[in-house]
């Protein structure tokens, strides 16, 4: 049994210490804005915070993450209120969607970091998540908007 | 058809279906003359005019998409025409998908059966979801008019209020749901004139109705229905395309904490488990012995060996004007080319999956389902059951660009056999990893084009000799012609549009013991590279500017010039670009919709680095701008990946390029600035999720070719 911290709540997790995080989180604690996308930390879909750093959880086994803070999409805002989340609606970023969990939690993550990036800033912090509908470029904008939105 | 106020009625409206589908359509949408609105049971129930469109007692409206939402926006889309028409708050409105119901919700454009694809839906619901909105409209004003005891002809709405101005009465939509319930659903409705549109065409008003769900991680796909009792089953399919199972020990598997079933199905060894994780852990412990004697051995390599010796025999004609033959031998100059096109898989987001829930008297499915009615037959004959007795939840799918409409419902199939295998002792979830999604084949197949041209003395194209060599996309399914000249193999090549006296186009159709299916454009995602990239070598020949030359043959075909010389304009086209820069061209029409795109290219460390793409579209009525410019920058993204990076390749049979790690598809640091222009038109609407897709490519393509003099005649392009 381990225990751990996910989005300010511990928990206890009765699972194989060898089970990737993005399982736990799924199928154990039944949080499904976190998705599955590759297995093997390719394409950025599962991508959580860990302690405020952007990290592929479908990599992570669960004996890994100790008493290292996990935030997930839901952890974000109970309303889609967090200005990354506002930017993305306003300027309509996705389309499959699939991948939005992911993009948003690295975008997040690269605003605490550089809370005003330039375009390359963005194009490298944003490189691991794939989106294959394309939104890359609203994910720029968006990214942008809500630099502007935090700093207002 | 152009946009102006009409009075639509039911038998306009089958007249209209037939001609946009050419096919035949079942039925009508449930808006029937004479039908009374059904209320639904308890009597406080939503008010349901027709198949399309539910009204609740707070003036909520619940739109049913019969169109499969993947990402191109078509629950916004199809709810747009509804709530301009029925004049509706836009954020009063909720889509969900439809039930599988061909007879409500066929796509006129597939011959009535239901299903999303060939950017077909906002083509063939234009005039429908109008009618659906209108007539909604016109029940609850005479459900006021009644009320009042005024003439409906004296009222008017504002959105979600029906109005009288004479003796200043108002009514919420909701408060006359009850009443309206009861009235008969009028036959013809008058349609608004287009300048009263108060969403369709307009850049404010409408915001995506997935936004918000699909930013804050609440959005429901396949892979996250959980029910209860659920099993997640992950299946150990063959090492290579036609082997089958030999036998199997699944002592170790079983073993695995959280295994509950190890089970053979007819594609392979299916482990169930409490979650995913025990599943994959508990497959990962099987072992399978199988048999390999059936199964397709060859390569990638191989495969093409053979479009190179199939190219140089004759095949099935296509298209035959005057004398291409001759004219190449009497051309001024010629010039000849073989251009190579890979396999590529589709790889959406979210891997393929279906839930399944076998009862005693029926079966559910949770799908991000694109063929309704394929899928649900299918499944039902895994069954025995009828059609009907196999209900479909369609979600949100992570993607798809042309996947999970498989012919052949292959994915949803093995579910329903896993489901029939455990006797449905419990609801399964079959999950496919990434390696099994891209291992199962159905690639856009590889093809080759071999063309041949002549050009006068004076630099005018005179023959055009085309073979293409690919398999058929159909082939084995119930959509394949009887005359065995599959369409989507050739479309946009063998009825290219350029002005040349003599046209001669055949082709072969190989069989390549690799499943192959369409994908997001589908031939045309081939047919318009080879086109438009050999045109550029004419053009090169002839001396001419690429645009030019275009012009020049394009005299008769305006709606593709107006999307050439606007993308040409808004890129500058000709004016100077920095050293090392260089632009490229090109023009094609896919699902009547037209588009032009003009990329620039320069090279990065002696690799194309594509730094900005200017796009024209030609949709006719735009419905909904955004929409179409995020179609055009997910198009254009999605083939420039594949221009660029994508081959899926295959040794002695076996996929090697299973995951992104091997199968390279674009990212953020390879995305150019797209900009997208429409052309403002009163044609009919067409589709874009797909026409986006072919131009890009041979645009970048062209541009390298001008920056570097040498053509490009393999994809992915590489110089």
Redesign the interface.
Known sequence: MATITVNGQAKEIA??PT??LL?VI???L???????????A??G?CTVHLDGVPVRSCSIPLSAVGAKKVT???G??A??SHPV?QA???L??????????GQ?MSAVALLESKPQPTDAD???A???????????????AAIHRAAEAKQA | MTAKPMTVSRRDFVRVGMAVGGGLLVTVSGCGPKEAATPAAGGGGPFVPNAFVQIDGSGNVLVLSKHLEMGQGTYTGLATLIADELDVDWSRVRVEGAPADAKKYGNAGFGGIQGTGGSSAIATSFDQHRKAGATARAVLMAAAAKQWGVPAAELTTEPGVVVHAKSNRRAEYGTLVAAAAKLPVPETVTLKDPKDFRYIGKETGVIRVDAKPKSTGTATYTQDIKLPGMLTAVVAHPPLFGATVKSFDATKAKAVPGVVDVVQIPTGVAVLGEHFWAARQGRAALTVEWDTSAANQRGTTEVMAEFHELAGQPGIELRKDGDAEAAIGKAAKTIEATYEFPFLAHASMEPLNCVVHLRKDGAEIWNGDQFQTSDQGAVAGVFGMKPEQVTINTLYSGGSFGRRANPKSDYVVEAATIAKAIEGRAPVKMVWTREDDTGAGYFRPAFLHRIKGGIDAAGNPVAWWHRIVGPALMDGTPFMPADGKDPSSFEGAADHPYAVANVFVDTHFPKSGIPVQWWRSVGHTHTAFAVEMFIDELAKAAGKDPVEFRRGLLAKEPRRLGVLNLAAEKAGWGTPLPAGRARGVAVHKSFNTYVAEVAEVSLEGGKPRVHRVVCAVDCGIVVNPDVVRAQMEGGIAFGLGAALYGQIQIDKGRVVSTNFDKYRVLRQREMPVVEVHMVASTEAPTGVGEPGTPPIGPAVANALFALTGKPIRKAPLAV
């Open positions: 699972a194989d089970t990737p399982w799924r199928d154990v039944g949080m499904t804005g976190t998705k599955y996308g590759c297995g093997i390719q394409c879909a997930t999409i839901e974000l805002s309303d889609g989340q993305w609606v306003e309509q970023v996705p389309q499959c969607g699939y991948c939005q969990s948003i963005i194009d490298q944003m490189n691991g998540n794939i989106c294959r509908c394309g939104t890359y470029q609203r994910v720029r």
